[in-house]
């Protein structure tokens, strides 16, 4: 097996799983396997690349950057991996808690599609590319959103759509401009023409729409209207995937284009507007979240604050930021998605996600408090859990840039973010139980054990963990391997 | 030529934005119709424009006077991608109305 | 060094054992609390050789290289000390617990914190890494957290838990935070490497940083409120977190660091000051107090804010009183705690007032309160002497104006002290009975072993100078009792007699009021910290989505006219062309339809010039040499339309519009920005090598003349592959959103007419030979799968007008779904076909007959026309069925 077919894998397996699903009339067997199938090859990417290596597969055998060409480096494995982690659990979530509605409703396809969409994403090296796998993974989470019932659903759903499509038509336009400007759309290709040439200033014009579109995408402050109302409506088996994938790809495409692509000379168009978004991003987020009383509503809130971090690290663009920022990525995913997976057991086990209306958790159920104690604590960035290497990676990097604005608002930011989970801890958790209570189920429980020990796991085991970051940045910071990869020996003959 | 195309591509992405703001439903649809309609336009006439140099070779016509092919072939999927999305817009407009 | 580990890994182990064993650890409370207690009380026994012998132990693997953080630990014989008297105030806690809340089912949690949190106050005190240091530095805040919140059942237990933790996390911030700007300005990580620095400037920043995170954890002023605060937890968790630990971490940092971080001028003023202050303040709060725990903790406070002072000092003398002044402390503190729980466990209630003379009704916690307090009050022999009088001596030493200062709040204590002595131990009478066995025993084991220093230290005063010696003492360090007639002596007595004379004012005078103003401007700040919040919750998720989408718009059109370069202009290559006549009847034409498409307000309005704007680019994709594009918006603008009707006649129309003139001004400037960025892009002719690829190989490597089909099938194919999975996921979505219809019955129409069916019979007889053609050619000529599946599409549209009795929702939903199916399985077939020749994903493979070219692209396309095919389907079924 070569890392070419780990690739072709990624892609197809998700296609076969929603072909199965939709060929079994609703059965969601085939999704989790194509899941479980490209978690793994996700997997043996990691292992391929861990070392700085990259791969490329030449679609169609046409040399780049005359065909599209996907490739395969650290920073792309690790998200991959995260990412299939977070769909096979979402599906198996799903599979034990949602009702038939929305399996009739072809939600498992769907989830299989917008797999595929973030992994066509995740892998691409052609910025059109990226726009077609873009709307995959958009118009699957149109589709989801869809399905979930009720007058609030709706009217989030259309906020929801019309901004996003707003942001697609962007990205459209921008990627048109940017072929006008430059005559091709390979990444590789664009990097090498911008490093050569004099006049990489005259795409700001245009990146500044490219910009505007992953900064929609990533729900950065002023661009995350959307996220507020459409999270919290989902229930949270589809809002952990949803966490966990759709503003990470506008970062995953924030970093790779402009933490790549577009950097001459040690920087990249519109950096110190991503420094200042990134730092309203985080305060305002968290902001949003202590204002909130309903476990659902201060997750969703969280993630625009913890996108904030993760674009500050882009931002700050030094090899440990990014290192950092791409940590923290991997961190999140996992932690975010088992969050609302807990939320989910809440609301199982006590019937509403609401702080007024539940309480005394940790005597009806202490394993559902521990489930939920252990990524709380790692999103606040508390040693020894993942989010404190994150977290502190950043911190170490604003220092180190003597950057104190960046400093505080990390370190405030973060005392906030303890602040809201305190709030969730002491109303829903601590307290008198009250109101009726059924027990949980095994499976959901395991799944969200699962990720909770991967939690554990990532910050004990952050040494490995951190040096594949640092390996992925590095690819970002000095593309050489890449371009190697895409443009050089690998490259098939002109026939 | 260039300036008269590229004035009326805005005039449309005016149009589209004027009623993507008009608040309802509807108009929302409309806008982001006439928007995608003008994004394609954009992307064909930033890759330059050429008249009578469609894209077939073998007849008889040199290459160099050919129109890029690349832009339509963009178009042409961003138009069937924006078909679908907008096909989906509508089923959405129908279960509102419901 | 295995020792110091498993040390470490003890408490870990006894938290373990209670949380698995926890039936068993509720069945026998008081044998689970002796076995407890004899681990805690061995482990501490074999740290004395270590405290007292003076050697230095140091162990180091590395854990996050990249980050420098290393699981390394240092033992030196004061942290060895230290240890000791934690595991050993443990042990005796551990006891208390046992029998204090045997029978309570929470008994296995309690102990299971209990144990973690030794675990983490013993990290503090062992770890040399900076970071590894502040793993566990927060894990004792959240750990006490969990423990002062206990009873979580009242309000008031989580409100003043969170006050704690948030309190301390903020200080573990600001901790943090320093500790990187020490490592970065020294590049070491490791504490006892900093401690070797010889010339070492500390920066300001990472100095006040280190202090405010030690001063927020060991509760000095401004920080001090959370401390009293505290008090609502459980009984033996007070006496341990006041005596031994956590508030104790603060003040070891600080002393820890006083050698080097002394050198920078404001360490000694800032920390001498708030230390004072705190003592100061916790007289305010203490004198006037009645609540016996509350009384307790203000002394403690009282007493960090003599430690504070000290490690600010930061002299060999201060050091080395900062030694026995902290041994003493932990000595009489736990006692005195656990006795009070005692005394409320007996008698109800904690307050002074009504606990008259009890101590002579419960003669061993009677004897542990009067050795502890006389202890406390500093009386020859008690340890708590030697404390006293070694810290006036180090601060005489330092400046006899401090000296008097501190003699003055010591007195302020004392006074305290005093109180509770008169109190409990003379007047009144109350009938009693003794307290159970385990808590009276776990009472007397620190005051027994307050007895048991001060033997010690009689028999070899050297006892305690390699600790003080580790910590950066030097000169005379041993400890004797008699300095000769010296100020330190006279202030010490001096205190006494303030104190005594006090009291006695105290019982004349009114109680001073309580005074929290801390705790009021804590809840201020929250309040407003929540009011900002709303408020910016508001900001983001409530409001039009007209407003939101003005905001976004703007931003992103900012940003790029900012960035707009306009000096490039003047090469733009202005053609002027014969052609331009005829261009400039469709160009007013389209400029017509889209005035029109954007204010008219009626559906057929909207509809027919909607339908004129689409057909006109669909023209200048003609006239642009783009035959494909033009047939492809063609068709897509019919279906589009025909779904538009439908939709159209059913949506209700609300408004909610952008103010009129701000609309007009986004439009207008979207308008100019777009018009202005095309053309730039006209202006930038780079080569276009890649295009240049697509036509010269097209004919000879992919066998199609028509470029763009080619481009789309074979050199781009993916990008094709992705869009009929779109159309795919859009013919899913709206079953998802409308539900999937399961009606049998034919779908209603117009009355049937027999010529239409006929017709539409005969026309699907015409369309699929054109249908084949059609998508034959496309390779080759303008046509292709997409365009030819609309066709088809358009011809089943026809039928279904006609009302054929067999197309009912349910038939057409089942084609739709097969179409699906099969072309995008078809289209993965075709991917893949060329893996098992060995080729790359999506390669072309070719068959040819002469001119005959057959490929697996060819099968792609049919894949996507099965797709398309499909996807139209779907879409006419769902929309004709609710069309009237």
Request: aromatic share 10%; hydrophobic share 55%.
């Amino acid at each position: 097996m070569t890392p070419q077919l780990f690739i072709v894998a990624c892609l197809l397996l998700p296609v076969l799983g929603a072909l199965g699903t939709l060929a079994t009339r609703g059965n969601p067997l085939p999704v989790l396997a194509g899941a479980i199938g490209s978690l793994a090859a996700s997997l043996a990417l990691v292992v391929a690349t861990a070392e700085g290596s990259v791969f490329a597969l030449h679609v169609g055998n046409w040399p780049a950057p005359y065909g599209v060409v996907f490739v395969a480096d650290g920073f792309a494995a690790l998200m991959l991996a995260v990412c299939s982690l977070v769909l096979v659990a979402s599906v198996i979530f799903s599979i034990k808690t949602l009702s038939p509605r929305y399996r009739r409703r072809h939600l498992f396809a769907l989830l299989s599609t917008l797999g595929l969409g973030a992994n066509g994403a995740f892998l691409t090296g052609d910025l059109f590319n990226l726009y077609v796998w873009f709307e995959v993974l958009l118009l699957s989470s149109f589709a989801i959103m869809a399905m979930v019932p009720g007058g609030r659903a709706h009217q989030a759903t259309w906020r929801y759509v019309v901004i996003n499509l707003v942001a697609s038509l962007l990205f459209l336009v921008a990627a048109g401009l940017i072929y006008g400007k430059t005559g091709t759309l390979n990444f590789a290709d664009l990097h090498r023409l911008f490093r050569a040439t004099p006049h990489s200033f005259l795409i700001e014009s245009s990146t500044a729409l490219l910009f505007g579109a992953f900064a929609i995408k990533a729900a950065l402050i002023p661009l995350a209207f959307w996220l507020p109302k459409a999270y919290p409506v989902l229930p949270p088996a589809l809002s952990a995937l949803f966490a966990a994938l759709l503003t990470k790809i506008g970062l995953y495409a924030l970093f790779r284009v402009f933490g790549m692509v577009l950097v001459v000379n040690g920087t990249f168009p519109h950096r110190e507007i991503l420094f200042w978004l990134a730092i309203v991003t985080m305060t305002g987020g968290v902001l949003g979240a202590v204002a909130q009383n309903d476990m659902r509503r201060i997750l969703s809130f969280h993630i625009i604050s913890q996108v904030g971090y993760m674009a500050l690290a882009l931002a700050l663009f030094t090899p440990l930021a990014l290192a950092g920022g791409i940590f923290y990525l991997v961190h999140h995913i996992v932690v975010k998605g088992n969050l609302f997976l807990v939320t989910g057991l809440v609301e199982q086990h006590r019937g509403s996600s609401r702080l007024d209306e539940i309480s005394g958790i940790v005597r009806t159920s202490p394993l559902v408090a521990l489930l939920f104690a252990v990524p709380a604590l790692s999103l606040a960035g508390l040693p020894p859990l993942s989010g404190f290497f994150a977290k502190f990676s950043l911190l170490m990097a604003s220092l180190s840039l003597q950057d104190g604005i960046a400093a505080v608002a990390i370190a405030l930011v973060g005392l906030l973010t303890i602040y809201s989970m305190l709030k969730i801890w002491a109303a829903a958790f601590w307290g008198e139980p009250f109101g009726e209570y059924c027990p949980t189920k095994g499976v959901p429980l395991a799944t969200s054990a699962a990720l909770g020990l991967i939690t554990i796991v990532l910050g004990l085991a952050s040494g490995p963990v951190f040096a594949l970051a640092k390996h992925a940045a590095a690819g970002l910071l000095d593309p050489q391997a890449y371009l190697e990869a895409v443009l050089g020996s690998g490259n098939p003959d002109i026939p | 030529m260039e300036l008269l195309v590229a004035a009326t591509i805005g005039l449309l992405v005016a149009a589209g934005l004027y009623r993507l703001l008009g608040g309802c439903r509807v108009d929302l649809i409309i806008g982001l119709i006439l928007l995608s309609q003008a994004a394609n336009l954009v992307i064909l006439a930033s890759g330059g424009l050429k008249s009578n140099a469609a894209p077939l070779v073998g007849r008889g016509q040199s290459l160099e006077t050919l129109a890029d092919p690349l832009p339509q072939a963009l178009v042409l999927t961003a138009i069937v991608i924006g078909f679908g999305i907008l096909a989906f817009l509508l089923t959405l407009l129908i279960r509102s109305s419901k | 060094m295995t020792s110091l580990f498993l040390l470490l890994v003890l408490p870990l182990g006894t938290a373990l054992h209670a949380a698995l064993l926890a039936p068993i650890v509720r069945r026998f409370p008081s044998l689970t609390g002796v076995f407890l207690t004899f681990l805690f009380v061995a482990g501490a026994g074999s740290l004395l050789p270590q405290a007292t012998g003076g050697a230095f132990v140091h162990w180091s693997i590395p854990w996050v290289e990249a980050l420098e953080i290393d699981l390394a630990l240092r033992l030196t014989p004061f942290t060895a000390w230290f240890g000791f008297l934690v595991l050993f105030l443990g042990g005796c806690v551990h006891l208390f617990a046992c029998t204090y809340f045997a029978g309570d089912i929470r008994l296995p949690a309690l102990l299971t914190l209990l144990g973690l949190f030794t675990a983490a106050m013993l990290g503090v005190l062992w770890s040399d890494n900076f970071y590894l240091l502040f793993l566990f530095w927060e894990g004792t805040s959240l750990l006490s957290f969990l423990l002062v919140g206990f009873h979580h059942e009242t309000d008031q237990s989580r409100r003043k838990a969170s006050q704690a933790l948030l309190v301390t996390m903020l200080g573990g911030a600001a901790l943090l935070a320093g500790m990187v700007l020490l490592h970065q300005q020294t590049g070491t990580a490791s504490l006892s490497e900093l401690l070797g620095l010889v010339d070492f400037a500390p920066g300001t920043a990472a100095v006040i940083l280190i202090m405010v995170g030690a001063m927020t954890k060991s509760a000095q002023w401004p920080f001090h409120f959370w401390l009293p605060n505290a008090m609502v937890g459980p009984t033996p968790v007070s006496a341990y977190l006041h005596s031994a630990t956590m508030v104790k971490a603060g003040v070891f940092l600080l002393a820890t660091l006083a050698p080097v971080l002394a050198r920078h001028p404001a360490w000694t003023p800032t920390l001498v000051t708030a230390g004072l202050l705190t003592v100061a303040s916790s007289l305010v709060r203490g004198l006037g107090a009645d609540d016996l725990k509350t009384l307790l903790a203000c002394t403690t406070l009282a007493a960090l804010g003599f430690l504070t002072a000290l490690a600010g000092l930061g002299t060999p003398a201060a050091l080395l009183a900062f030694v026995i002044y902290l041994t003493a402390h932990a000595l009489y503190k736990a006692p005195l705690f656990l006795a009070a729980g005692n005394l409320e466990k007996r008698f109800g209630t904690r307050r002074l007032s009504e606990l008259g003379g009890v101590a002579r009704h419960l003669p061993m916690t009677g004897l542990v309160v009067l050795l502890s307090t006389l202890s406390l009050i500093g009386v020859f022999p008690l340890p708590g002497f030697l404390g006293k009088e070694y810290l006036l001596k180090a601060a005489w030493k330092a400046s006899p104006a401090l000296a008097f200062l501190l003699a003055l709040a010591a007195a302020g204590v004392l006074a305290i002290g005093f109180r509770i002595l008169f109190a409990l131990a003379f007047p009144g009478s109350r009938p009693a009975e003794e307290v159970p066995r385990g808590m009276t025993v776990a009472t007397l084991l620190p005051a027994l072993g307050a007895l048991a220093v001060v033997v010690a230290i009689a028999v070899d005063p050297q006892l305690l100078a390699p600790a003080a010696v580790s910590l950066g003492s030097t000169g005379p360090v041993e400890l004797t009792f008699w300095h000769g007639w010296t100020a330190p002596l006279f202030l010490g007595l001096g205190a006494i007699a303030l104190a005594l004379v006090l009291t006695r004012l105290l019982t004349v005078l009114p109680a001073i009021p309580d005074g929290p103003i801390f705790d009021r401007a804590f809840d201020a700040l929250i309040g407003l910290l929540r009011r900002t919040a709303s408020r910016c919750a508001r900001l983001l998720s409530d409001g039009k989505l007209v407003t939101h989408l003005v905001i976004i718009l703007a931003c992103v059109g900012v940003l790029s006219l900012l960035s707009l370069d306009l000096h490039l202009w003047s090469t733009l290559p202005l053609t002027w062309r014969g052609d331009l006549f005829i261009f400039l009847g469709l160009i007013p034409l389209l400029i017509i339809a889209t005035l029109i498409a954007a204010r008219s307000e009626s559906t057929v309005a909207i509809l027919v010039s909607l339908g004129f704007v689409g057909f006109l680019i669909a023209l200048i994709f003609l006239w642009f040499s783009a035959p494909d594009l033009a047939l492809t918006q063609l068709m897509a603008e019919t279906l589009i339309l025909f779904l538009l009707a439908g939709a159209l006649a059913k949506a209700e129309r609300r408004d909610s519009s952008a103010p009129g003139r701000l609309r007009l001004i986004v439009a207008g400037l979207g308008g100019l920005l777009t018009t202005a960025l095309i053309l730039k892009a006209m202006t930038l002719e780079w080569d276009h090598p890649v295009s240049d690829f697509h036509l010269r190989q097209s004919k000879p490597a992919a066998f199609g003349a028509n470029v763009v089909n080619v481009i789309l099938v074979d050199f781009r194919a993916i990008d094709t592959f992705g869009e009929i999975i779109v159309l795919a996921i859009a013919a899913m979505g709206a079953n998802a959103a409308l539900g999937a219809a399961r009606k049998r019955a034919p779908l209603p129409s117009a009355e049937y007419s027999p010529l239409l069916t006929t017709g539409s019979r005969l026309l699907l007889y015409f369309l699929i030979p054109a249908i084949l053609w059609i998508f034959w050619r496309g390779h080759n000529a303008p046509g292709g799968g997409f365009i030819a599946a609309l066709l088809a599409a358009a011809g089943i549209g026809m039928s279904l007008l006609a009302s054929r009795p067999r197309y009912t929702p349910a038939f057409m939903r089942k084609m739709s779904h097969r179409f699906l199916v099969v072309g995008l399985a078809l289209a993965t077939l075709a991917s893949l076909m060329p893996l098992a020749a060995g080729r790359p994903f999506l390669t072309g493979l070719w068959l040819h007959f002469g001119g005959l070219h057959l490929g697996s692209p060819l099968l792609f396309d049919l894949g996507v026309f099965f797709a398309v095919l499909g996807f139209s389907m779907n879409y006419l079924r769902h929309f004709h069925q609710r069309t009237p």
